[in-house]
């Protein structure tokens, strides 16, 4: 063990390490909002609700199906993201012509009531899912311990985030989606069928979501408030990273979860609260976020 | 004079809405294939609305489209396109977010018998040089009219719907896109064309139909335009 400006070694890796793993919810979720309102233009207030929604299907398809984590990973974000194509279908596409209040409004009455009936029906105290067994233990680096299914967290929401970058900046279908979300009419007079777009573009912000919460069942409890205590930090972090930008959101959803975990070192009592004083700083310098465009 | 031919486009009593204002009150014309027709016409006339009627960008409209003898009348735009028709919108279109190679690729092909890349190039030699430029609209007015245009070639559509092309360009380039034109109609495409600037449509068009509130006022072929002169110059107010 070793110090840096006087602090242990593993303390700070400790928290640095605490910081990227919320980083990479904060960038899981941050680029699903940041997709969601690029193409629809609605402000997915659902998304903590649908973030919950992943971590529950997780739980309940080992306990009925006996399904296991590798296969929720799939399964969950898919049913989820389902459930997201549904709730466009009957609500979402009739407000896209609206002000954004009226999104806003319908997808955080939503949240409520899927917080609701999952409260009802299993309470808050939380419900444990373990650790697949593959991923259990940890390896010892020396300064610090790194316990592997944070290691692979880290990595998997890396990997989602920059598979996702590279499709929507550099592939064909990403090509259609940027000219989708910058002119829907002109790109619908090519012969692009632009409502199904947008309806399989919520549906793969809200499986984000829930890939997201299923990767967090195993960290945090699974309870129907997990993602209400998250999402607020993350719409902070797509304040502070500017709507409409994929890179914004990944590189500021990590930037954000390792500014707080080095905050938690330095000056504990400010852990809390930096994210949101950060937010308040950028949305006086540079309005619309980092990453920002102009709209 | 009766044409046994049957024409590739054919509109008859098209009325169209922008929300509560009644925009055209039955525009019926045709075109034949092969064909380049001018809509000729001033500033508000309905020339634009016509367009996006026919494509199904304007959504509110009754009357009659046929393309090929198929009804496109309350078919969606992205079907429409499907059936054959490509447009070319007034403000071009082109996209900030996608490189022009992007711009360029971002139509679907819709049917076969598109012209290939080489032969776009060979109408466009300038795009080639800049189809490394990282953005779209970083082209010059001129280019992002071509590239316009040069993206709807590839797609297999046989009738195009070109609107004011030559808008705010330099007298060079606008020789240029008469050229393309003429040069697309000899590969067969067919061309209906907005324009108010009939001194240019005038080297291009076979016919043409004049608007004015929202209807055809007129039409004569490109041999009677001198005959014609007087009542186009009332009818523009040039």
């Not at chain 1, 896209?96 to 309470?123: C, P, Q, S, W």
């Not at chain 2, 016409?41 to 003898?69: H, Y």
Request: glycine share 12%; hydrophobic share 50%.
């Amino acid at each position: 063990m070793f110090e840096i400006f006087g602090i242990p070694s593993t303390a700070l890796f400790g928290q640095l390490l605490i910081g990227l793993i919320n980083g990479s919810f904060y960038a899981l979720l941050s680029l699903g909002l940041a997709v969601i309102f690029g193409m629809l233009n609605i402000i997915n207030f659902t998304h903590g609700a649908q973030y919950m929604l992943g971590a529950f299907a997780a739980f309940l398809l080992l306990q009925h199906t006996g399904l296991n984590y590798w296969a929720a990973l799939i399964v969950a974000p898919i049913l989820v993201g389902a459930v997201g194509v549904l709730i466009e279908r009957a609500f979402l596409q009739w407000l896209y012509k609206l002000d954004h209040l009226y999104g806003l409004l319908l997808t955080f009455g939503l949240a409520l009531i899927i917080e609701g009936v999952a409260r009802n029906y299993y309470g808050s105290a939380g419900l444990a899912y373990t650790i697949p067994e593959a991923l259990q233990g940890g390896q010892n680096l020396g300064f610090m311990f790194l316990p592997n299914y944070r290691a692979w967290v880290i990595a998997a929401s890396l990997v989602v985030c920059l598979g996702t970058w590279f499709v929507i900046e550099r592939t064909r279908l990403g090509a259609n989606l940027r000219a989708a979300t910058e002119n829907p009419t002109l790109v619908r007079a090519f012969g692009i069928n632009v409502p199904r777009m947008i309806m399989l573009t919520y549906g793969f912000g809200v499986a984000l979501a829930a890939f997201a919460g299923v990767m967090a069942a195993p960290i945090y409890n699974v309870s129907p408030q997990m993602g209400s205590e998250l999402i607020i930090v993350v719409f902070a972090v797509v304040v502070i990273g500017g709507m409409g930008s994929i890179m914004g959101a990944i590189v500021t959803g990590f930037g954000l979860g390792v500014v707080e975990g080095l905050t938690k070192v330095f000056f504990p009592e400010a852990s809390n609260t930096v994210i949101f004083v950060i937010m308040a700083i950028v949305l006086l310098v540079r309005p619309a976020g980092l990453f920002g465009r102009r709209a | 004079m009766l044409d046994a031919r049957t024409p590739l486009l054919a509109v008859n009593d098209l009325q169209a809405w922008y929300g509560e204002s009644h925009i055209l009150h039955g525009v019926s014309f045709d075109v034949q294939p092969g064909e380049v027709v001018t809509l000729l016409g001033r500033n508000g006339a309905g020339k634009t609305t016509t367009l996006k009627s026919i494509m199904g960008i304007v959504s509110q409209r009754t009357g009659s489209v046929r393309f090929e003898g198929r009804e496109l009348i309350g078919r969606p735009s992205n079907e429409i396109a499907r059936a054959g028709l490509a447009f070319c919108p007034e403000e071009r279109g082109i996209f900030a977010s996608l490189t022009v190679e992007e711009n360029l690729l971002l139509p679907p092909v819709v049917k076969p018998g598109g012209l290939p890349l080489d032969r776009i190039f060979e109408l466009f030699p300038n795009l080639k040089e800049r189809l490394g430029s990282s953005q779209g609209t970083k082209l010059s007015g001129g280019e992002q009219q071509m590239l316009a245009i040069a993206r709807i070639l590839r797609t297999g559509a046989r009738l195009l719907l070109l609107d004011e092309p030559t808008e705010g360009l330099a007298p060079v380039i606008i020789q240029q896109i008469g050229r393309t034109i003429r040069a697309l109609k000899e590969e067969g495409f067919t061309i209906l064309l907005v324009e108010q600037n009939f001194r240019f449509a005038s080297t291009v068009a076979d016919r043409y139909y004049v608007m004015e509130h929202g209807r055809v006022v007129e039409s004569f072929a490109n041999a009677e335009l001198d005959a014609n002169l007087a009542k186009l110059h009332d009818y523009l107010g040039v």
